[in-house]
């Protein structure tokens, strides 16, 4: 059986490889990701606060789909104040707990509501949805008290692994960074 959280550190460990380092390269690596992470989140923070300017939740959840198909953030979820995740480009019903016996995973971001932290960053990990495994990171809402998170899948880090490997080897194909544009 493939333990999928070390296939998602193993992919980290190789684009800083790929990229010209050892193993202190690629923590490294997955530092700046998480930094990446964590900027991609205050951003939506402060997106959906437009909300309160008059923007629908379907329309957010358009942009936030829209955001997702053309960026390696695979997932928002984005609450109310009790925890109910009703921004996402997922079309998911989910409510994050405080109680860590229920979710394991998800419970660690409830602090971002309670205003004890400000950024949560956690490790990848199998989430209690599905099973697959996930990295997320989330920080506190800049308009009220909610949770603000994103999501990268082990499969996503896994396949900039293998375009990383293209790039060094010289078998990449350019891309048309236009199309992010629109």
Known sequence: MIDVQRLFRLS?????????????????CEEVFAKYMVGQAMLAANYVAAEKAGMKPTEINAALKNISAKSAIE???????KGHAYLTN???????????????QASAFWPLIAGAKDVVIQAARKREIDNRVFKYVGVSGVDKPRIVQVGVSADNCQSAS???????????????VSSLLT
């Open 75 to 81: 997932e928002f979820w984005i609450t109310d104040s």
């Open 12 to 28: 980290l460990l190789l684009i800083g490889l790929v990229a010209g380092g050892g193993a202190a390269r690629a923590a490294d």
């Open 162 to 176: 293998r375009r990383s490997q293209g790039l060094r080897t010289g078998k990449s194909r350019t891309r048309d």
């Open 90 to 104: 997922t079309g998911i019903d989910f409510t994050f707990s405080p109680d860590a016996a229920k979710q394991p």
